[in-house]
């Protein structure tokens, strides 16, 4: 996308966040959405709908709690979105995530609008080095290898007993990929959201802003920052983790609840991703199919900022 984006009703930016279940409970993310919503700055939760079967990696609720359910199910009455983070806290074979789609269906009406691969599990989408295509993809198996990390996922390999690609582009619309460090989530990828047709198992990607804990999150959303993305006219999209230690006591830590009051007093548009996504969809300058170039460039992009960080 190369020209600005016009926003909705003479906003001057786009705000969201899309934030990762992992470790969530009704006690420990309720007051962060209470803060949200009384801004009025309506974003993303993704959710497992399964029970855990084995140890989970990182635990946190399911819509097996009647609680937790009850409460997403008001919390998406009021405006927020809910999106799905796989079938629950470890890998799940092809059965295993259509019943969890099903479940959320059952649940809520409809499928999921949004998935996001989760750290681990074996059925993730195109993950690890199929993410990228080329040199990048040597390096990066090669930079792993020595870390003696595995970077092989089968939720697109057919062959796999955790194959489910057909069934995400069936359901899915928009699945997460690349995170980066600036708060202008377009200004790092202006394709978003994209079809990749060497990964056509997923009908959209889009990119995030990365900030996975409270103090990461309060950087990215800094004064200055804020300023920034309002000067920008851009849209941020934060991939967090609001189970991380946003409260305090049962309260949304100081910090952070005034940098929301701030933000939500600036004239952005407070969303929920997939609504956003949908925008930029409609904007003169949008392409479904990139040029290859361009994604290969993104890939790049990508890969020297992880390298940088040593976060790879």
């Known amino acids: 996308m190369t020209s600005p984006v016009d926003w909705p009703a003479d906003r001057r930016f786009a705000f969201t966040i899309v934030d990762d279940t992992e470790g969530a409970t009704r006690e420990n993310v309720k007051p962060v959405y209470d803060l949200l919503s009384a801004h009025g700055i309506h974003t993303t939760k993704t959710l497992w709908p399964l029970p855990f079967r084995e140890k989970p990696m990182f635990g946190g609720a399911t819509l097996e709690d ?36 099903d479940r959320f269906r059952d649940v ?21 080095d199929a993410r990228l295509d080329g040199l990048p993809r040597l390096v990066y198996r090669a930079a792993n290898a020595a870390l003696r990390r595995n970077t092989r996922y089968y939720g697109h390999d057919h062959a796999s007993p955790y194959f489910w690609g057909d069934v995400c582009r069936e359901r899915i619309e928009y699945v997460r990929n690349f995170t980066f460090a600036d708060v202008n989530t377009l200004k790092a990828d202006p394709l978003m959201p994209y079809h990749d047709p060497r990964r056509p198992l997923v009908r959209f990607w889009f ?44 309260r949304p830590k100081r910090r952070f609840a005034e940098l929301i009051e701030r933000l939500a007093g600036l004239p952005g548009w407070f969303v929920p991703a997939s609504t956003l996504l949908d925008h930029l969809r409609l904007q003169p300058g949008w392409r479904p ?9 993104l890939q790049r992009r990508w890969l020297t900022a992880r390298m940088r960080s040593g976060r790879l």
């Open 207 to 250: 990119s995030a802003s990365e900030a996975p804990t409270y103090d990461s999150f309060c950087r990215l959303i800094s004064e200055e920052r804020q300023d920034q993305l309002v000067e920008e006219g851009g849209a941020c999209l934060v991939y967090s983790h609001l189970a991380f230690g946003f409260t305090d006591a049962g």
């Open 108 to 128: 809520f009406g409809a499928d999921p609008r949004m998935h996001v691969n989760h750290f681990g599990q074996a059925e993730a989408l195109y993950w690890g």
């Open 66 to 101: 009647p609680d937790y359910r009850d409460w997403l199910l008001a919390l998406r009455r009021t405006g927020f979105e809910l999106a799905f983070h796989g079938a629950t806290d470890h890998s799940s074979r092809r059965e295993e995530t259509q019943r969890a789609l």
């Open 289 to 297: 199919d990139p040029d290859r170039r361009d994604l290969r460039r």
